[in-house]
Structures are given as C-alpha cells and as structure tokens.
Nanobody, 124 residues
Framework: QVQLVESGGGSVQAGGSLRLSCAAS???????MGWFRQAPGQEREGVASISPGGAATYYSDSVKGRFTISRDNAKKSIYLQMNSLKPEDTAMYYC??????????????????WGQGTQVTVSS
C-alpha cells in the first residue's frame, strides 16, 4: 500500500556525487527501506538498506565506503548519498520498502513495495 517516488538521478562525471531521494506516501518508521539498482543486461542487485529507526545499515561490497543510506522519518523519506561515482554505478536505481517481521532489514531481494526508479548515468 505504500507508494514510493524516487528523484535525484541524472548524469555525472566519474568521481562526482549524486544524492537520491525517495518519498513515501505513509509514515515509514516501521518499515525497512532499501535501494536497489539494475544495469542494462544485468540482474537487479541490492545497494543499501536501513532499519526502521536508522540504527542498522547494510551495504553491498561494491558501494561500501562510497554510498551512505539515511532516512528522515519525519519527512517520510530516505536518501542515498553517492560519492566517488564510477561508470559501473550506472543503472536504474529503485527505492523499496518492507515490514521487517522477524527477518530484520538485511539487504535481500524480498521487498514487496517498489518505486518506479530514477536513472543514474556515470561517464568516464
């Protein structure tokens, strides 16, 4: 039932930065939130996820140290700060949400709610 809308994508030179935003239609404090991406010809992969309160975060090895996921529950939004971007980061980026139940907020491909995506293109 939650609706997610991504924004902030665009084209950037390698080494540059972008900040993606995801606005949710409902209060998101109880939801795990995550960012996923899919490049042309590739399967979707998890990028980062965050627990309802923001205390726990998870990152793929490929972005760890360069990307930072955060959330502002008062604004019903999550963010992905992307620094030191590489051409391999080029992909459609999707915001996702799920109720953690007993499984926590690990970066797994089991998020039932998805946004439409925002394109990120990094040129060399």
């Amino acid at each position: 039932q939650v609706q997610l809308v991504e924004s902030g994508g665009g084209s950037v030179q390698a080494g540059g930065s972008l900040r993606l935003s995801c606005a949710a239609s409902t209060f998101t404090y109880s939801y795990c939130m995550g960012w996923f991406r899919q490049a042309p010809g590739q399967e979707r992969e998890g990028v980062a996820s965050i627990s309802p309160g923001g205390a726990a975060t998870y990152y793929s090895d490929s972005v760890k140290g360069r990307f930072t996921i955060s959330r502002d529950n008062a604004k019903k939004s999550i963010y992905l700060q992307m620094n030191s971007l590489k051409p391999e980061d080029t992909a459609m980026y999707y915001c996702a949400a799920k109720i953690p139940y007993g499984g926590g907020c690990y970066l797994m491909d089991d998020f039932p709610y998805w946004g439409q995506g925002t394109q990120v293109t990094v040129s060399s």
